[in-house]
Every structure is written in C-alpha cells, then in structure tokens.
C-alpha cells in the first residue's frame, strides 16, 4: 500500500464517523500528517459546524510543523463562504503545503475551484487519491448534485417463489413476515443513513407502518407517502407527528404539526414530481419500502441507484407478487453481490447497484 493510500483510508474511516449527523452535506474526513507521522486529525461532525480540514488543523499540538506538513482530505476542500468560511483558504493561510484529495466535490458552488484556489496559492495538490472508494462513500451527495435528484434504495422483501405478501384487503390480517432479527437491524441502519423514506398509500392503510428508526441507533428520516385522495387516516402513525411526514396528494389540505400537505398533479408521472420536491428540500436519499406498485414504477421509469432485495427460505405459492427486476437492464454497469445474512434460516440479501 503506498503512503498517500494508507492515510486516506484513515480519512474515509474518520468521515464515516458523521455518517447519521451531516446530511444534506457529505461526509468528510481529514488527516494531518509530517514526517510520515499523524499529528491532527478530525471529521465534519455535524450539519453548519466547522468542516473536517478546520478540526484536523485545530488538533495539532504544534501549529509550526503545519509548514512542512500533508492534509489529505476524502472531498475537495471548499471554496465558498456558506455557513463555515472556505476550507481551501484557512489550508493556504495555515502555510500547509501540500494537499492530497479523494474526490472532487460535485457542488456547483466548489467543484474544481478549490483545487484551483489552493494551486494558484502555490500548494501542490493530488487528486485521486482511493476516489471509487471516497466517491461510494458520499454517493448520496454525489448522485444528487449530479442528477438534480435524491440517490434512490428500492428495498423489499420477498419468498423463495417470489412474492411480497399474501393477498389481504385490510389491515386486519398483519402482513408475512420474511424478516429476521438480523436483517430488521441492518434495515433499522440504512433507514437512519438515509434522508426520506417512501410508501405508496395501499401500504400505509394496510400495514399502518412507522417508518421510523427503532433497531438502531440514529435519526429517524422525513416520512414520504403518496395519498391521492387522503385515504390515511389520522390514527394512522404516518400521520402522529412524531416525524417530519410530506404527503403527496391532490386534494387540498392544511398542514398539520410536522405534516406537510404537498399538491402535486396526479394526471402525469407522480415519481418525477416527488423527487423534484425532496430534492429542493436537500433530501439528498430515499429508501422506497414498498409497496410492489410503487417499486414497479420507479423501476419502469429506470430511477433506481441500488435494489436490496431480502429473500426468505420458504414459498408462498400465492399472492402480491414483487416486482420485474427486467427493468435492470436499464442500467448501462450493474454490480450484483448476494449475501447470506444467517446461516439458520438461509435469508438472503441480493444487492444491485448501477
């Protein structure tokens, strides 16, 4: 492993620290080395405070070595004033010499210009550093400055013979549980990794989920649901307020405590008015949970980032069937990977990311 390599792991390892606390913005890593010897290092710890160059620089004992030193960073330095003032200019006027960046930050606002401002300060910079390994890891920040949308995770489970659940017309009869223990918590840590989380209506009334983050620990993202007619009740837990809920619908409708009415025309495509709205609202990931429509419909308009597809060890012969993955051909690279999450009852967790 070579020397730049072995500390910008060190960096992503740091930045992964913020992971339930920064979002809209990315996560960040910093580390200060001289003399092949670390001596500050610090992370983007929460949304509005200082960036993780600034706490790196802060944490060194004796600010003299800055001089003679390395900052590696897993994003581009800023470059703009925003709620903290830019990090590639408190670097210049530290006198830090050299700087060896992950990835370019794909924000308007910064991408290429703070390596140019450091360069044009005299500071030798590299990029590139582990960039797959630092891009995948602010793949939400990035896909969403990059396409205008939030990145999207279609998650649902499923039998062996491929289907969701039995066939049920009310919310009397609970749904089929394909869950283990261990796949509720790993669903419990993506739910507090991601902005928003999303159902249709048909899944709201019949299973009158929580959507929240119970399994793990971290924040709870902002409750999406599609509700044409306003069908949910309001004994319904998307509707308590104890989150931050939007409510796609066509009727009109006062908000109420941390439920938000958003009107939208239902005569067009539904999925890209949606993300446009959360997208403007800097929720910059979304966690689709169902139900089977609702996924079908993102994956004809081909707006998926990754599927996790659960799959349990038994058949159901009958009932709602999951959706047609064909539509992953829409993707011009598609990794697959399959993991077997307990060994007793052989569930497995197939993901596919574009």
């Not at 300060?121 to 396409?147: C, H, P, S």
């Not at 062996?160 to 261990?182: K, L, N």
């Not at 690279?333 to 077997?340: F, G, P, T, Y």
Request: net charge neutral; hydrophobic share 40%.
């Amino acid at each position: 492993m070579q020397v730049d390599e072995k500390y910008m792991m060190r960096c992503l390892a740091l930045a992964k620290a913020g992971a339930c606390s920064v979002a809209p913005n990315p996560m960040v890593g910093s580390v200060i080395v001289y003399q092949d010897r670390i001596i500050g290092e610090g992370y983007h710890q929460r949304c509005g405070e200082v960036h993780a160059e600034v706490n790196a620089v802060a944490s060194v004992k004796d600010k003299r070595l800055l001089k003679d030193a390395t900052l590696y960073v897993n994003l581009e330095p800023c470059s703009h004033y925003g709620k903290t003032p830019p990090c590639a200019e408190m670097i210049i006027r530290e006198g830090i010499p050299r700087v060896v960046i992950g990835s370019l930050d794909p924000f308007p606002e910064v991408s290429g210009r703070g390596v140019r401002m450091l360069k044009d300060a005299g500071v030798e910079v590299m990029v590139g550093v582990m960039e797959e390994e630092a891009m995948a890891l602010n793949r939400f920040f990035i896909k969403a400055y990059t396409l205008q949308r939030p990145y999207i995770i279609l998650k649902w489970a499923q039998s062996r013979d491929g289907f969701m659940d039995r066939t049920r017309s009310d919310g009397f009869e609970p749904p089929v549980q394909f869950s283990t223990p261990s796949t509720c918590r790993s669903l419990h840590k993506l739910r507090s990794e991601v902005s928003a989380i999303m159902v249709g209506t048909r899944t709201a009334l019949l299973d009158n989920p929580s959507l929240t983050v119970r399994h793990w620990v971290g924040s709870s993202p902002v409750r999406v649901v599609l509700d044409r007619s306003l069908r949910i009740p309001a004994s319904h837990h998307l509707l308590d307020g104890s989150v931050r809920t939007l409510v796609f619908t066509e009727q009109s409708a006062e908000n109420r405590k941390q439920v938000d009415y958003i009107g939208i025309d239902f005569s067009v495509p539904v999925i890209p008015q949606v993300l446009r709205v959360l997208f403007e609202q800097k929720l910059n990931s979304l966690l689709v949970e169902g139900g089977a429509s609702l996924h079908q419909s993102f994956l004809e308009a081909g707006l998926f980032d990754e599927i996790r597809i659960e799959t349990a060890p038994f058949d159901l012969f009958d009932g709602v069937k999951s959706p047609d993955i064909q539509y992953l051909s829409t993707c011009s690279e598609m990794n697959v990977s399959i993991e077997k999450i307990n060994k007793n009852n052989e569930n497995t967790i197939a993901l596919y990311t574009c």
